[in-house]
C-alpha cells in the first residue's frame, strides 16, 4: 500500500523551544490515518497535517469503548542516530488488543512503515536532550454509526506524535503509591492485558481518590481476592527483597509491558535472579516492616523506571529506603536508557534505528 503525503505549511513545521516540555500535551505537525471498511479491508493510508477528526455521534467507539492504543518512543541518540525502543514488540502487543476487541488485524510490516515515514517527516521534532524523547501514539477506533451493540464494520487506524520531556526534573523523584482495596481494574477473563480505553476510564475514580490522599498512583490489587498485587496505574510493579527481585506474573489481568520484560531480561546480566510470581500485599508490607524489602519501582514506556518511595495500605503508609531511589533501581533506569540513546551496546537488539 502506497501512503498518500500532504505536507503541512512552512509555518506549521517550525520547531518551537523544547524548554519545558511536560508529557502528551504538544504534537507534531503531522498525523497518519488509514480507514478500515468490511469489504474494501484496509485502505488509503495517508500522512498528513494534524487534525480533528469528524466522527459521527453515533460512531461505535463513542458509545461502547471499542479502541484500542500503543505507546513507545524514539530517541535521539548520542551518536546523532533516532532509535526506536522495541518497536516490533509495540506493534505486536497493538494487533494483540485489536484481537481482543475484534478490531481488523494490520499487517505489522506495514505498521512499522507507517511509524517510521511519520517519524521521518517530523524527525526535527524529536528533543534531543537526554531524557526527552518522542512519544508515538498509535491508535485504532471504530466509527461505525450505530446504536446497536456490535463489532464496527468501520475503523480508523491513527498515528500521533508528541515531544516529551524526560520524566524526572531533578533526578529521581520516588511516588508515592496508595493501594486501593475498594476499587478493582482488570478481572480475569476481562480487558486487563490489553491496552484499551475502557480499562483507563474504569480506573479514573481510584485514581481521583488517591490524588485527593497525596499520593501520585494507585496500586491494584487482583478482583477476586483483592490479595495479590497487580500492577500501578500506567506502570508495572517490581520489588527487590535481599537478594531477589520479584514481580507480579502475567494472570490475564496484568498488561504485559515491554518494559517490564526488559528488566526481567536484564537483570540475570546483572547477577540478580528475578522471578515472576503471585505477590501478596501483606508480604509486601511485611518485607518493609522487617527491612527485607530493599527497593520497590515500577516500569513502563513513560518514566521507564520511576522508584516508589512510600506505599499506603489500609490508611497506614510504609516508608520503602528512607523514601529514596535504590542502587538498583538507578542502575535498571541507567542501563535501559542507555540503550535507548545508544550510549550502551544493545545486547539485546532493542532498538532498530530510523534509518534501518
Ligand atoms: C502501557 C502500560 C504499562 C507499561 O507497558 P510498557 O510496554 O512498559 O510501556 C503497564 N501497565 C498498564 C496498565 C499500561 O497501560
Not at 97 to 119: G, N
Not at 121 to 136: C, M, N, S
Not at 245 to 256: E, F, N, R, V
Request: charged fraction near 25%.
Amino acid at each position: 500500500m502506497e501512503i498518500e503525503i500532504f505536507l503541512a505549511e512552512e509555518e506549521k513545521r517550525k520547531v518551537p523551544n523544547f524548554e519545558e516540555l511536560s508529557f502528551g500535551k504538544i504534537f507534531t505537525p503531522h498525523m497518519f490515518i488509514m480507514k478500515y471498511e468490511r469489504n474494501k479491508g484496509w485502505h488509503s493510508p495517508q500522512i498528513k497535517p494534524l487534525s480533528n477528526i469528524e466522527l459521527h455521534p453515533a460512531a461505535i467507539v463513542l458509545h461502547y469503548s471499542q479502541s484500542v492504543f500503543e505507546g513507545l518512543k524514539a530517541y535521539y541518540g548520542i551518536d546523532g542516530k533516532i532509535r526506536f525502543f522495541r518497536i516490533w514488540d509495540h506493534i505486536a502487543r497493538l494487533n494483540r488488543s485489536a484481537e481482543r476487541l475484534c478490531i481488523p488485524q494490520i499487517d505489522p510490516d506495514f505498521v512499522f512503515r507507517a511509524i517510521k515515514t511519520l517519524v521521518s517527516i517530523d524527525k526535527e521534532w524529536i528533543p534531543k536532550k537526554k531524557g526527552a524523547a518522542l512519544y508515538i501514539r498509535p491508535l485504532i477506533f471504530a466509527t461505525q454509526p450505530t446504536l446497536g451493540l456490535k463489532v464496527s464494520c468501520e475503523y480508523l487506524f491513527v498515528i500521533i506524535l508528541s515531544p516529551v520531556g524526560a520524566y524526572y526534573k531533578e533526578g529521581f523523584n520516588p511516588v508515592k503509591i496508595y493501594v486501593t482495596t475498594e476499587y478493582i481494574r482488570a478481572c480475569p477473563g476481562g480487558t486487563g492485558e490489553v491496552k484499551t480505553g475502557g480499562n483507563y476510564a474504569a480506573s479514573l475514580k481510584a485514581q481521583e481518590l488517591a490524588h485527593k490522599k497525596g499520593y501520585t498512583q494507585v496500586l491494584w490489587l487482583d478482583a477476586k481476592e483483592r490479595k495479590y498485587v497487580e500492577e500501578v496505574g500506567s506502570m508495572n510493579i517490581f520489588f527487590y527483597f535481599e537478594n531477589e527481585l520479584i514481580t507480579p506474573a502475567l494472570t490475564g489481568s496484568i498488561l504485559p509491558g515491554v518494559t517490564r520484560d526488559s528488566v526481567l531480561k536484564l537483570v540475570p546480566k546483572l547477577g540478580i535472579p528475578a522471578k515472576e510470581r503471585k505477590i501478596s500485599i501483606d508480604e509486601v508490607i511485611e518485607g518493609i516492616k522487617n527491612n527485607t524489602l530493599k527497593e520497590c519501582f515500577g516500569t513502563g514506556t513513560a518514566a521507564v523506571i520511576s522508584p516508589v518511595g512510600e506505599i499506603c495500605y489500609k490508611d497506614k503508609s510504609y516508608i520503602i529506603n528512607n523514601g529514596d531511589t535504590g542502587e538498583l533501581t538507578r542502575m535498571l533506569f541507567d542501563y535501559i536508557t542507555g540503550i535507548q540513546y545508544g550510549e550502551k551496546e544493545d545486547i539485546f537488539n532493542w532498538t532498530v534505528t530510523l534509518e534501518d
